[in-house]
């Protein structure tokens, strides 16, 4: 399947099918990388990875309408990120470890940092290795295709933009809490659950598309806020990881200037995240969708206007 399969809703179409439709297909191209070799590549796995979130957010907007068809295919999904899920953890780590050398490069020298990044891939490459040696690869590619069967059958109850209205409220409203919650005790915990609800909200937005140039800077915005708090995270599982590496920290003065350089990190990326999502969680959750929902009937009457044209 293509790479480039549109994660966009078209609104002259059935929601309620092409919401079936889009998930069977990211679900169906995830089991197509997996189900290819019994060791499939680390893009392979990545890129399944981000089809099955796309399908969990497809699946939660319906379960937020009251739909039907969906009762089994959530579990079957969580098993399957879970055993992706180690595979881009440990990747994340390689990239930050990169990202914290560049950064501050005082804190080990040359040779330590090779040394983590050997030993990082290394994990990465046992993580791999163990799936496709307990068959996990296969087996996850099989739970895929069954569920890229089931897809067909989810249903929503309402049609139209009503149909994404109750999931992208619920979302809104979740990420909105989050956010407050996160800003109150600067806890890394409460801004992961925010990073969450921000990649749940920029999924199901990005449903909907930019009809409207204010929703088309809220994708942007989302996803810009969703990469700088993954790296947020990632940085705070490193910390703990190095800071419990004795060839790096040494002493307790050592531990402090690790703490020290990532929590500036944490703090710029925290920063960023929340000034860029400011007018999104300015607003209240049905204010919100009333603003998604002006960009939706914006991409429908200009697709109105497109099809008269041709038929004049």
Request: proline share 3%.
């Amino acid at each position: 399947m293509p790479g480039g399969m549109a994660f966009e809703l078209r609104p002259d179409k059935s929601t309620r099918r092409a919401l079936a439709r889009i998930a069977g297909r990211q679900l169906g191209a995830a089991g197509d990388r997996l189900g290819a070799r019994a060791n499939p590549s680390e893009d392979a796995i990545h890129e399944a990875r981000r089809r099955v979130k796309k399908a969990r957010a497809v699946l939660a907007l319906i379960e937020a309408d009251r739909g039907r068809g969906v009762a089994k295919s959530d579990k079957g999904l969580r098993a399957v990120n879970r055993r992706l899920s180690p595979v881009r953890d440990a990747s994340a780590m390689i990239e930050t470890l990169r990202k914290l050398h560049a950064q501050h490069p005082e804190l080990f020298s040359e040779h330590v940092y090779a040394r983590l990044r050997r030993r990082m891939s290394a994990r990465m490459q046992d993580v791999m290795r163990e799936a496709g040696r307990s068959g996990g690869w296969k087996q996850a590619g099989r739970t895929l295709r069954k569920l890229e069967k089931a897809a067909r059958r989810w249903r929503t109850a309402h049609k139209g933009f009503a149909a994404l209205a109750p999931g992208i409220r619920k979302t809104h409203r979740r990420a909105r809490k989050a956010l407050a919650r996160a800003r109150d005790t600067n806890a890394a915990a409460d801004f992961h659950e925010w990073r969450k609800a921000v990649k749940a909200l920029w999924y199901e937005v990005r449903l909907v598309g930019g009809g409207s140039p204010a929703i088309a800077r809220d994708i942007r915005a989302l996803r810009s806020a969703e990469t700088w708090l993954g790296d947020d995270h990632n940085f705070v599982v490193l910390c703990g990881e190095l800071g419990a590496d004795p060839s790096v920290c040494r002493t307790v003065p050592d531990v402090d200037r690790l703490r020290s350089a990532v929590d500036a990190i944490q703090r710029r990326l925290r920063r960023q995240a929340i000034a860029r999502t400011r007018s999104i969680f300015a607003a209240k959750p049905r204010a919100y969708v009333r603003r998604v929902e002006r960009a939706w009937d914006a991409r429908q009457r200009d697709r109105s206007r497109r099809s008269r044209r041709r038929a004049a």
